[in-house]
Structure formats: C-alpha cells, structure tokens
C-alpha cells in the first residue's frame, strides 16, 4: 500500500538526508512521510488546487520560514507546478549555490507561489532556526501557539475551529488544513550535550489520534522524520528513533498503516 | 565626537578570535586597517559607533577613507534602499562625482535594485581609491531584507578589489545561528566554506598547520606566512600562538601528524629535529600526502644534492644508534625506563623509512623559487592554500 517517489534504500541510515539531501519519500492517501522536510512543498504541490485555499499548521521544533531562494527561483515551479518529483528534487537555485529548495525555505516558496494556501497560520514550534523579520513581516502572519499545550492548540483548530480562537477570521473557518510535522517536534536538543525526548509515546499518540480524527478536515498531511535532527549515537540509531515514532503513529492513522518500515522492505 | 564618550571599546571578531578596540586609540583602528580585508565588530552601543566614524579624525583609518552606510529608519519599508554618507570627502573629482550621484539616488528615493545601487557606487572606484565602508546597523540592515538581496550584495562585493568593509552589529551578531548573518560572515571568513557543506560531508572547520623549524629564515617565513593568513582570515595553527604554556607539545604534534592540510617549511635544520621530523613523518604517511602539504624549501640543496641527502641520513642512522646505546645500557629489572626509549627508536624508525619519500617529494614538487614568494608577499603559497582547500573541502562560498 502507498508510493515510493524515492524508495528506501536498504542503507538508508548511510545516506545523507540533511539541508538539501534526501532519503525517501512516500505517499497514501493524503499522506506522505519524508526525511527531509524540503519535499514537503512538492507534496503540497500534488494534493492541493491552484485556486483553492486552505489553513496551514506547522508542528515542527523549526519555523523552517527562511527565504533563501531568488525570485527567478519560482519560476520553473511556476510554470509547472506538477512537476516530477526528482526534477522538483534537483533544481538548483540561481546562482548555483546549493539546491533550490532546502529544509529551511519550503514554506516560504510556497507562500509567495501561492499565498491563498495561508489563510490562517498556525506555528506550535519551539521557535528554533529562522524566520524572518522585517521585510517579510507582513506578508505572512503567523499565530504563534505555545507548543506545551499542542495537543490543546491542535484539538482546538483543527476540530473545533471558530473565529473566536486567536487570529482567526470569519472566512477561514471552512477551509482545508495543511498539516505539517516534523518528528523533531517530539525531541528537544540544547547544544551538543542534551538531547531528550520532550513528548512521551502515550502523548504521541494522542496527537496521531486527533490527526485521524481530524481527516476529513485535512487537505494534505506531510510527515517529516528528519533524522538529522532526533536523538541518538549515529545516524542509524537517529533513523530508529524517528521510525519508532512514527510506528505508534501509524498505528493511529488509517493512511500511514501500509507505509513500509525497513524490515518490511524488499 | 557626540557619544563617543559613551563607548569604550568594540570587540571585532577576525576569524573567531576576538580583539577589543579602543575607540580612543586612532592607531588602533589603522592597525586594524592595515591588517585585515574585512572586520566584523560588535558593539552594545552601534549608534554612536556612526558619530565616532562620522567624526574620525581627516575621515582616513590607515590611509583608507571612511564611508559609513546606513540604513534610515524612514526608508527600512523601500526595499534595498541605503542612505549613504560619506564622512569626508577627498579634493578628488571622481570622488565628488560619486557624492552627487550619491546624493542624486537619495534625494529621488531610487528604485534601483541593492546590486544596482552598489554598481553606480562602486563603479568610480579604482585602485586608487582605498576606502573602507562601515555599516554599523548591520544586523538591523540584514534581518529587514530579503535574502535574495544579501546573495546579490556578497556577490557584488566579491568583485570591489580595493574595498574593506567594517561591519558592526549589536552583541556577538557573527555568532548568530540566523542564516542571513552566517551569509555574511561566511563571506567575510574566506575558507569558511559553506558550513552545510562541510558539516554534511563530516567535515570540520577548514585549518591550516604549520610545520617548521625554529631557526632564522624559516621563523621569518612562517611569521610572515601568519600575517597574511591574519589578514585573510585564514585559520591556521602554529606552535607558537596554538600551543601556550602547559599544552601538550605532544598532541600538537599528533594533531599536525594528522591535519588535512599542512605547509611544511623545509629548511636543512628541520631535519635536524626529532620534533619536526617526527611531525613530518606522520604527515607523509598518509596515502594522499601529496594533497596535504603545500612546502616550501629554503635551502635548495634538499632538492637534489645527493650529499645533503646522505648527510641527514647518517644523522638519523647515527642518533637511533644512541638510542638504541642508551635503551640497552638499562639494567632488565628498569625495564619500565626502557619505555620512552623504544617509542623514541619507533618513531625514529619510521623517520628514517620516509626519508627517501620526503626527498624523492621536494626534489619532484614544483615549488616555487624563495625570492619570488618573498617578492609576492607569499600570495602564491596563499592561492595554492586555498586551491588544496577547495580541492578537499570543495568549493569555497
């Protein structure tokens, strides 16, 4: 059950899935899971409508809200927004300095390709990494939820949502929800010498039975493992980690049941 | 000087080595000037740190003209537009032209793109013009435009051959974890290599080690060396600065043994030492040593005079037979003090087996003749520096 648009490899804990790198990617239904954040954007690209909009929310430790791309670099993606996965994979930033798409500024590409896609934005983060001020600041308005209670905020606006709630207007309320975690959300790194994991597997599991609850309001869920950034000595152990979690999420959500761990692969 | 009074010090940050800078020590800032292509300071303080750059003294840091750039908070809503003020004008007409044209883009609030306006300010400048340009609401001015402004403005300052920039910006700004300022300061930090590049490829912080010996021209050569890679922000690694009192000369050595990159001064002298040679024969134990060392070669003779070659040869035949002597002169119930005897006759050994690489390697490198580094300042030992570190840690940002 479900796609490969990049399949596992067997040493998919030798491979780089970092910045501009990625592993896999893969899709059922409405949902996909990646190593790497940055194909969330294509993703998005496939499940949502040019003309529709719909609210966003990002579960992510990151704002992943930087802007390091030209304008020239929407183009291609512009002109063919269904593009192949590896050529959306592949395309280079205009000065030639690294991937186009990265894991810090696939929100932001989206927003300026389609900004109906952001009606209401909804960050439960842990304020970690970019996001930019100033020039941008109002051309994307963020709700910026306190991510100790993300399973309360959660609850609230995907299932419960209503004009009353912070920064949400009338017109909003009938939209789709892009939904988009990344497991890094359930770890907390200070430095290089603390890594813990913040959310427990009963708390996990909460959030992924709220997700399926939340189905039929939601458009597309994108599921990043960023294994670079989850706890553990080595990358494979990092890998195990993330699958771990995702494991008792799967066991939740209808659509991530037949996404194939690496015992499972050929 | 308004304000000044109220600011003591700047801490800059070459590399990440920080100096403070008293802003009351005129002498200070032209060292400065003469030193180092560009500057990152930091300060608590940043808007008088304008009035003191207004205000320096005939507007010249080591023969270089002051122009401060900033960033009105009237304007900080138009896209890429700076307010440019030069703190004082040289009788030079090019110079005037650039003021009126300056005043020019102000006065219509110019739409001109950031790459655009740095073209009509730059264009007048030659290499007869040394001017340093100092933002000193840097970080303000990065965090309020777009990124795609700040590639072009790094690539555009890529091209002005005969342009400092000072950049100050509140608290330890360089050491933001904020993309945008690592933009920056990637640029300003010559071999910081783009840092995802050389972390996702295991990769550490590109180093340059120095092996030489501690004697006449070889110590001249390498002091020099170091004052160009200062000024270049290249970091590098000698005994002398690297390792203080109390570190362990011995893992420094090791660490040198080791390093992905070393310029190795050989001079007769340094086959002479235990330490050098020591350091040396770890260097050329890799398999890749040839990618590892840049050399240069005071005396000639190392090349292929077969007599200086059998001379260091007998050298090291000779002290390994003292070793040795001493090692066995030890009663067997001392056996424990035979210890440092046996990892010195080891460590002789292996320097005796790489001796005839070293020489078939400075005798078949290309290096280049003493006197035209000298006459080139070292440049060339810069570039083949930096070449050997694009070729290991691929290219440089």
Redesign the interface.
């Known amino acids: 059950m479900g796609i490969w648009f990049k399949k596992m490899p067997a040493d998919y804990y030798n491979q ?1 899935s ?4 990625d592993v896999m990617l893969w899709q059922n239904d409405m949902v996909y899971v990646m190593d790497n954040h940055r194909d969330a954007a294509w993703c998005w690209l496939q499940q949502c409508e040019d003309g529709e909009s719909y609210n966003f929310m990002h579960i992510d430790r990151h704002y992943d809200m ?6 020239e670099d929407l183009e291609p993606v512009r002109n063919n927004p269904r593009m192949d996965y590896l050529e959306y994979a592949n395309l280079i930033r205009k ?1 030639g ?2 991937k186009t798409l990265r894991w ?1 500024n696939y929100i932001r590409f989206t927003h300026d390709l389609r900004p109906n896609w952001f009606k209401t934005n909804v960050f439960l983060t842990q304020k970690d ?2 996001i930019c ?4 600041e109002n051309t994307m308005r963020l709700i910026e939820l306190d991510a100790l209670a993300l399973y309360g905020y959660m609850h609230q606006y995907l299932l419960e949502l209503s004009d009353h709630l912070e920064g949400v207007s009338p017109e909003d309320i009938n939209w789709k929800w892009i939904v988009n975690i990344d497991l890094d959300m359930f770890f907390y790194h200070y430095d290089d010498n603390i890594h813990l994991k913040l959310y427990s597997d009963g708390y996990i599991r909460e959030v992924a039975k709220l997700l399926q609850k939340a189905m039929d309001k939601i458009q597309v869920l994108t599921i990043a493992i960023s294994p670079d950034c989850l706890i553990g000595d080595g990358m494979k152990e990092k890998w195990y980690n993330g699958f771990r979690v995702l494991r008792i999420m799967a066991e939740e959500i209808v659509a991530l049941q037949g996404f194939l761990f690496p015992e499972n692969i050929d | 000087m308004d304000g000044v009074e109220n600011i003591h010090e700047l801490r800059c940050a070459p590399g990440k080595e920080r100096t403070n800078v008293h802003l009351t020590d005129a002498h200070c800032f032209q060292q400065l000037a003469e030193s180092y292509d560009s500057l990152c300071f930091e300060s608590k303080l940043q808007d008088n740190l304008l009035s003191y750059l207004c205000g320096l003294e005939n507007a010249k840091v080591g023969g270089y003209h002051v122009v401060t750039l900033c960033l009105d908070a009237d304007w900080k809503e138009i896209m890429g537009q700076i307010l440019l003020r030069i703190v004082e004008l040289d009788i030079d007409k090019k110079l005037e032209e650039l003021f009126n044209d300056l005043t020019f883009l102000i006065e219509q609030k110019s739409e001109l793109r950031i790459e655009k306006k740095f073209f009509e300010i730059f264009r007048y400048i030659d290499d007869r013009h040394k001017i340093i340009i100092a933002l000193p609401d840097f970080y303000d001015y990065v965090t309020s435009i777009p990124a795609s402004d700040i590639f072009r403005m790094t690539d555009f300052m890529k091209q002005c051959k005969y342009v400092k920039f000072w950049l100050c910006g509140k608290s330890s700004w360089y050491l933001s974890t904020i993309e945008r300022c690592k933009i920056f300061y990637r640029f300003f930090d010559p071999i910081s290599f783009d840092y995802f590049t050389s972390v996702k490829a295991g990769k550490g912080k590109p180093v340059v080690y120095i092996s030489y010996k501690w004697v006449g021209i070889s110590l001249d050569i390498v002091d020099q060396l170091c004052a160009l890679f200062r000024k270049k922000q290249i970091s590098y690694k000698r005994d002398k600065e690297y390792c203080r009192y109390n570190d362990s000369i011995t893992d420094f050595m090791k660490e040198i043994r080791d390093a992905k990159l070393v310029v190795i001064v050989f001079c007769r002298e340094y086959f002479d030492s235990f330490a050098c040679c020591y350091e040396m024969s770890g260097i050329f134990s890799h398999d890749d040593y040839k990618k590892r060392i840049v050399s240069i070669v005071v005396d000639e003779e190392l090349r292929d005079d077969e007599s200086w070659h059998d001379d260091i040869r007998e050298y090291w035949t000779n002290k390994r037979s003292a070793n040795r002597t001493k090692m066995e002169g030890l009663q067997l119930e001392f056996e424990e003090q035979k210890v440092p005897y046996r990892e010195k006759e080891d460590i002789m050994c292996g320097i005796q087996q790489t001796l005839p690489k070293v020489f078939d390697y400075i005798a078949d490198d290309n290096a280049m003749d003493l006197n035209y580094l000298a006459d080139n300042d070292y440049m060339p030992v810069l570039q083949k520096v930096k070449d050997k570190l694009s070729e290991y840690y691929g290219n440089m940002v």
């Not at chain 1, 970092?18 to 790198?21: P, Q």
């Not at chain 1, 930087?66 to 304008?71: E, N, R, S, T």
Request: proline residues 0%.
């Open positions: 780089l970092f910045f501009e790198e930087g802007d390091y791309y030209y304008d000065d300095g690294c810090d990494g970019d001020v100033g020039w941008h």
